[in-house]
């Protein structure tokens, strides 16, 4: 292999990622810089070859590069090399969520995935690698290979703001810079961050990404037979069976039927819906989506949603209840047979009807606790006092009640409840701080417009962040 020079690498898993990042590459290589892609979906690579952009195939790499199994000693010593704490994390994500049962497949998988990135990196001179934050295998060795190879790593993701993104600089951890909650703050930045929490208040509508849209609906029959879904699943069908395109995303038969067990559990559920009662003192609970990399890849103690609201019904003061509501993005997606019997057992759980805007169930609530969710951002943009037991942005900011250890949860549900909320003033602060954090970006989102504006995000990013070797031209 001849060796190749790249300033940036950008991975991708899915279709939107391709059509999106390849405008940022052109716009990047028009500048001067080389720019590269390491493809997990390999329809993406006739697109990337009519644009000339080099990639590396890593499904066809899979195939010319032989795997070896390595035996148990061998795999603790790559384990190390590569600095990973449990080589189950890289595939607890694509198991639970995508049926995936065969444990040594899976893990046969991500060491070869490992290797063959390793090669990569080793082989060639890489400046720089970007992906979109994920739980995947495929993201996780991405990660993992180029930290072992000292070569900076970024992730994007949504932020808690709408249509803005963050960057996470060689971290699974999302958390505001240093340098910018110690940076004075901008006239022009909190006129825009007055603007947008007013804009919040009067409307009560929570963030979604539009990348996300299609998945915010309640489940039911009109979220399975819709044109967008026979779009995608005769795009899955073609990719797999006709032209052969290896993906992650390919249990197709899996997500189907999952579809369905999620519509038949609310159907189910519909008898165990409760609406708010305004006589209620309750703390709430919001779920998150169920295998989400907020749980998996950053905050895995709370993995198991419906046992920390058996053990929250058993810890909470007497006279509240505990609101719980499925995030929209996932109605049907817990088991109703857990769920049912922590109903049953705890007349203290209420499960809050999907079609309940979380804004007012955050406005009535005597407390709001969040492993690191959206609506824990949501909670402090109301002014409300907000537990946090997960690794989330808005902790230890001074504006939360945070939980390191679970063996203070109940001490510190007292505490919070006992206490005042935050102020205005210091909830503008931290606000302050995230929105400069974040960039203005709509992810995937293929319109002139958002194409310009985030690659103005993109660049600037890139420009101005302290990388290693990385110097956008």
Not at 253 to 274: D, E, P
Not at 359 to 372: C, E, G, H, M, T
Request: aromatic share 14%; charged share 25%; glycine share 4%.
């Amino acid at each position: 292999m001849n060796t190749k020079n790249f300033d940036i690498l950008f991975s991708i898993i899915t279709l939107p990622e391709v059509d999106f990042l390849a405008y940022m590459a052109e716009r990047l290589i028009e500048k001067g810089n080389k720019i590269g892609f390491i493809l997990f979906h390999e329809a993406g690579a006739e697109k990337l070859e009519r644009m000339g952009i080099p990639f590396f195939n890593i499904h066809a790499l899979r195939e010319g590069v032989p795997y070896a199994p390595l035996s148990d000693s061998k795999l603790e010593d790559f384990r190390i090399e590569f600095g990973i704490e449990n080589l189950r994390h890289l595939f607890i994500h694509e198991k639970l969520g995508y049926n995936r049962r065969d444990e040594r497949k899976l893990l046969n998988k991500a060491v070869h995935y490992l290797q063959i990135l390793d090669k990569i990196f080793t082989e060639n001179n890489v400046k720089c690698v970007v992906q979109e934050l994920g739980g995947f295998s495929s993201n996780q060795c991405v990660y993992y290979a180029a930290r072992k190879n000292s070569i900076d790593h970024v992730f994007y993701e949504p932020a808690a703001f709408s249509k803005r993104i963050v960057f996470n600089l060689n971290s699974y951890y999302s958390d505001i810079p240093t340098k910018i909650m110690n940076a004075m703050p901008d006239n022009e930045v909190l006129k825009e961050v007055e603007s947008y929490l007013k804009k919040y208040l009067d409307s009560k509508n929570m963030v979604v990404p539009f990348k996300d849209k299609h998945s915010f609906a309640d489940m039911k029959l009109k979220k399975i037979f819709n044109i967008e879904n026979v779009r995608r699943l005769k795009r899955k069908l073609l990719h797999k069976y006709i032209h052969k395109k290896k993906e992650e995303y390919d249990e197709i038969g899996w997500v189907v039927k999952y579809s369905f067990i999620k519509l038949m559990r609310r159907i189910l559920f519909g008898s165990y819906y409760r609406k708010p009662d305004c006589n209620d003192k309750y703390i709430y609970f919001p779920f998150h989506v169920p295998h989400d990399v907020q749980l998996t890849s950053r905050s895995r103690l709370f993995y198991f949603q419906e046992g920390f609201v058996e053990y929250l019904s058993r810890i909470i003061p007497y006279g509240y209840k505990l609101y719980i509501k499925e995030h929209p993005a996932s109605v049907g997606g817990h088991s109703f047979a857990v769920l049912k019997g922590i109903l049953k057992q705890h007349d203290n759980v209420i499960l809050i009807h999907p079609g309940i805007n979380s804004y007012d169930l955050i406005k009535n609530a005597s407390l709001i606790i969040s492993v690191n969710s959206k609506v824990g951002f949501e909670a402090i943009m109301q002014g409300k006092k907000v537990v946090v037991v997960g690794d989330a942005f808005y902790k230890n900011k001074g504006i939360t009640y945070d939980v390191n250890n679970l063996g203070e949860l109940e001490t510190v549900i007292n505490l919070a409840l006992k206490s005042e909320p935050p102020t205005s003033e210091e909830i503008m602060s931290f606000l302050i701080k995230a929105y400069q954090w974040s960039y203005p970006c709509e992810l995937f989102l293929m319109e002139d417009k958002n194409l310009k504006q985030s690659f103005k995000s993109f660049y600037s990013y890139l420009k101005t962040e302290n990388f290693r070797q990385l110097k956008i031209k």
